[in-house]
């Protein structure tokens, strides 16, 4: 039982590229996250799902897409990177209950560098 | 609009003393959840307590206790007889009902000495 698995863990863009981060869990979890954590902010919800084929905005989803084609399976999308964007990566999963929110477990983070 | 504020941004004590951690949340809902989490130097984020609105019974585990006030919408951490391993950044979260959203507090950086 892996948990929540996040590829890559590293990864340095230069301005204007584009990568696909892939979270994947194996809990069976209806909801998955992505977020961002920086220096003396926390951890800034980028989007999130509430289930295979549906994606939703969080706080801070500019320049960033995701999909959510496998119950499983969580990307999350730059398609033109920029500085902005360094930051560390956390993916995220809960299970679901109407009306109840449940703890999250969180990936192993992505550290990403955009120079 | 639900808001997370943990005003304490680094916390030093030294080891065997007790330290509390102050989170204090904002939310017009009446049903919510409330959790804690811990980020060690590692980086992972592991999950510690979750207490719903409507359960406002103190917990305790082992040397980590949890005091949920809602007269004063805090929900503070306490570690008795800090070791250096509890050195960590710790995050405060607020979900309310049915939003499926989580708000993080920015954290409190504890740091035990030896």
């Known amino acids: 039982n892996a948990g929540v698995t996040q590829t890559p863990k590293f990864r340095v863009l230069k301005t204007g590229q584009s990568m696909t981060l892939l979270c994947a869990q194996d809990m069976n979890h209806e909801y998955m996250y992505w977020y961002r954590q920086d220096p003396g902010m926390g951890l800034r919800l980028i989007h999130y799902?509430?289930?295979?084929?549906?994606?939703a905005k969080g706080e801070v989803p500019d320049g960033y897409n995701v999909s959510r084609l496998k119950k499983q399976n969580f990307l999350l999308g730059l398609e033109s990177a920029a500085p902005s964007q360094t930051s560390v990566y956390f993916c995220a999963s809960s299970d679901a209950l109407a009306g109840t929110s449940y703890e999250q477990y969180f990936g192993p983070g992505t550290r990403l560098t955009v120079t | 609009a639900q808001k997370v504020t943990q005003a304490q941004t680094e916390i030093s004590v030294v080891e065997k003393e007790d330290v509390t951690l102050d989170c204090v949340y904002e939310?017009?809902?009446?049903?919510?959840?409330l959790f804690w989490y811990k980020q060690p130097p590692s980086g992972e984020l592991v999950f510690l307590i979750r207490r719903n609105s409507f359960d406002e019974q103190n917990e305790i585990s082992g040397r980590y206790s949890w005091n949920f006030q809602k007269s004063t919408s805090s929900f503070n951490f306490t570690i008795t007889a800090s070791q250096v391993v509890d050195s960590a950044v710790y995050f405060c979260?607020?979900?309310?009902?049915?939003?499926?959203?989580?708000?993080f507090g920015t954290g409190t950086r504890l740091k035990v000495l030896a």
């Open positions: 799902s509430v289930g295979e084929g549906t994606t």
């Open positions: 979260a607020l979900s309310e009902s049915g939003t499926y959203k989580y708000i």
């Open positions: 939310t017009r809902d009446t049903t919510y959840y």
